[in-house]
């Protein structure tokens, strides 16, 4: 199947940064899946160049519009190259081959009669580069909640694009293909601001000529975003090119919520009117905001070299973060102080420690060469059941283009793994003769979890499975897809190595100032704490095969002696999930909706690292159901529910039977 995906074209007014980087990098972990699942991509990027806003800045700069914009361009493709971007074609406006299909276009529009000469009398936004009608001001200002700047009034000769004449057949459109505007909540958003009523949009301007000319009255230039929109079809080469015929209309077009309004507004509308296909599928993902709450964004000055943190922490790291921090329908907070975090806990300790623990132990058991695995127990059929549920759940979260959603079930597998490795205690089978081909089968299903995480993650992390198909002395051929949730598939006597940890641990402080370092905040450094034991058997090879050989585990030191009747104070029973959702701004905090004995209550519970809110909907869990409400974020929690942890590892307690919510435990 074809599939054929697009990034918004970028203005290059400034270097790009990690809130625009998002776009991208999601984009190509869809692309990069697409791939692995056998699909003909087309992966599409570029920059938009013909606004008003870059000739602001370049005369600011006293610099040509041209050469000021090919020095950022630049900047955008070699942030691309340097967070492993698979894009195949990078459009810019400039280019002949986009001027000669919006010309084209503009004309047959206007030669129909869909765009009109009339007078413009209004508002403009040059930051936003969009057209306001006074009735829509705030206090005079760009109504755009994220902007608010000035705005300035135009009045001048420009030509008009009929949108009000399409309205209803747009409508229609929407209403009859759901999946057209994704998520839902950009979707009821756009159906009421259509049903609100459009007006013809102002089409050309000629207040200045930075742009694409119309051809039939040259003293406009095309409004740039008609100009812009047209860029998901001139680089295919509309109307005869190959690759026009093969992939439009596009599966996917990526972008921020905020220019969803163009995208599933007026881009649908033009090609309604030149009776072209329309896309089947425009999703608007929510913003990077800084830890203060506001949008990242260069005109807030509180964005951070891009390149910089490349080097500091890895392409492979800076995607899995951006990827992993964006939940459907809700926006994703960056800050260094996250990423490291995130580094630390999911990818140095989660991941990274399961494979050097693991490979640690085939190289000391078994000098390095895999050993044939012998019969499953009940514990590898469970893994195998979970790997085709986690396989299946990236498959349907990938459709549903939640990159989060995907991450999080490769994790599920993950701690699983880190389970097994305490549950079958190698260090122990070692020791024992007649044990060794247990041992055998454990040491294999080791290797196989590395090769399926390879595989899993790489349309997330391009560059990890390579690092770790080479640690297993396997190449890259063996990254298919559909053997994700197979054990069975390499080879007996494989030379695997312990090699270098594939996520060294961060110490933040290492690149703050010592001031800033003061203000590394204490529920950081506690979340280090509690996961530090595990990320120094990464770092220290030595002291890791200590630990492995001894399988000690530390525990928590059992209270203080209590009476029957003490315990009976405490009322805890079976509460069925009827909702869950991950509490904003946090990374730890699930909000639950249950039902207990006929009530409903809410309850807040810090699971959010180890479940998907999908995961829990459903499940029937034990609840402390007679705690004091307490208030947490602002949330009131009415009760607390039971879950079981050691080292990381953390699951909640379930009941299998069909017990009702409200049923006693004791
Ligand atoms: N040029 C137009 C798009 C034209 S597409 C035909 C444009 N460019 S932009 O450079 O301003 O923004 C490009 C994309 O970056 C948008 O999807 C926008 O939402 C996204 N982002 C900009 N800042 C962002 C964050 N802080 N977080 C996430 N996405 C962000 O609009």
Redesign the pocket.
């Given at each position: 199947m074809k599939y054929y995906i697009t990034?918004?074209?970028?203005?290059p007014n400034a270097s790009p940064?990690?809130?625009?980087a998002?776009?991208t990098v999601a984009a190509d972990a869809f692309a990069r899946y697409h791939r692995m699942k056998g699909d003909d991509v087309y992966f599409l990027t570029g920059t938009?160049e013909n606004?008003q806003k870059i000739v602001r800045t370049a005369e600011s700069k006293g610099m040509d519009p041209k050469r000021y914009v090919d020095g950022i361009v630049e900047r955008f493709k070699s942030l691309w190259e340097e967070l492993d971007i698979s894009n195949d074609d990078f459009i810019r406006t400039t280019e002949e081959r986009h001027h000669k299909v919006v010309k084209a276009l503009f004309t047959k529009l206007h030669d129909q009669g869909d765009i009109y000469k009339s007078e413009y009398e209004g508002w403009y936004c040059t930051p936003c580069?969009t057209f306001w009608p006074e009735s829509k001001l705030i206090d005079g200002k760009c109504p755009n909640p994220d902007c608010g700047r000035e705005v300035e009034l135009l009045k001048e000769e420009s030509y008009f694009f009929k949108l009000s004449k399409y309205q209803d057949v747009l409508l229609k459109h929407i209403q009859e293909h759901p999946e057209f505007i994704q998520p839902v909540s950009r979707r009821n958003e756009m159906i009421r601001f259509i049903e609100g009523g459009l007006e013809d949009l102002c089409v050309s301007r000629t207040t200045f000529q930075w742009g694409i000319q119309v051809p039939f009255d040259p003293k406009h230039v095309v409004y740039?975003?008609l100009d812009?929109?047209i860029?998901?079809i001139s680089a295919l080469g509309f109307p005869d090119g190959e690759l026009y015929k093969k992939y439009w209309p596009a599966d996917v077009h990526l972008?921020?919520?905020?220019?969803v309004r163009?995208?599933a507004v007026i881009?649908p509308i033009i090609l309604i009117a030149l009776g072209l296909p329309l896309p089947k599928e425009v999703y608007g993902?929510?913003?990077?905001?800084s830890k203060e709450g506001g949008?990242?964004?260069k005109s807030r000055g509180n964005v951070q070299d891009s390149f910089e943190l490349i080097q500091r922490y890895g392409s492979d790291a800076i995607r899995y973060f951006l990827l992993h921090e964006m939940q459907v329908g809700t926006?994703?907070t960056?800050s260094e102080d996250n990423l490291v975090e995130r580094l630390n806990s999911d990818l140095a300790n989660d991941l990274g420690n399961f494979v050097s623990r693991s490979l640690a132990m085939i190289v000391k058991y078994r000098n390095g060469l895999l050993p044939k695995a012998s019969e499953d127990t009940a514990l590898e059929q469970e893994l195998k059941a979970l790997s085709q549920e986690v396989k299946a759940k990236v498959e349907e979260r990938m459709e549903a283009l939640d990159p989060a959603g995907a991450l999080e079930s490769i994790w599920r597998l993950v701690a699983r793994m880190n389970k097994y490795v305490d549950e079958t205690a190698p260090w122990a089978l070692a020791k024992q003769e007649n044990s060794q081909a247990r041992l055998d089968q454990v040491l294999h299903t080791f290797a196989e979890a590395i090769r399926i995480f390879a595989i899993l993650c790489a349309p997330f992390m391009p560059k990890l499975p390579g690092k770790m198909l080479q640690l297993l002395g396997v190449d890259q051929e063996m990254l298919r897809w559909e053997e994700a949730d197979h054990w069975d598939v390499l080879p007996a006597g494989i030379q695997v190595e312990k090699g270098q940890p594939l996520f060294p641990r961060i110490d933040l402080s290492q690149w703050k100032t010592e001031g800033e370092n003061q203000n590394v905040n204490q529920e950081q450094n506690n979340a280090q704490q509690s996961t530090e034991k595990l990320t120094e058997q990464a770092q220290d090879q030595t002291s890791s095969e200590n630990q492995i050989s001894e399988g000690k585990l530390e525990f928590e030191p059992i209270k203080e002696e209590i009476t029957i009747d003490e315990f009976a104070k405490i009322d805890l029973r079976v509460a069925k999930i009827l909702q869950a959702g991950k509490v904003e701004k946090t990374d730890k905090l699930m909000k639950l909706e249950i039902e207990v004995a006929g009530e409903k209550r809410t309850i807040v519970s810090g699971i959010a690292q180890h479940y998907a809110p999908e995961d829990l909907v459903g499940k029937s869990v034990v609840i402390v159901a007679n705690l004091k409400p307490a208030k947490l974020r602002g949330i009131v929690s009415q009760g607390m529910i039971l879950a079981a942890s050691q080292d990381g590892v953390l699951e909640v307690l379930t009941v299998n039977k069909d017990l009702p919510g409200g049923a006693r435990v004791k």
């Open positions: 990034t918004p074209i970028f203005y940064h990690i809130g625009t998002y776009t938009d606004a580069e740039v975003w812009a929109l860029n998901y972008m921020g919520k905020d220019i163009f995208h881009w993902h929510g913003w990077f905001l949008k990242i964004s926006d994703g960056y």
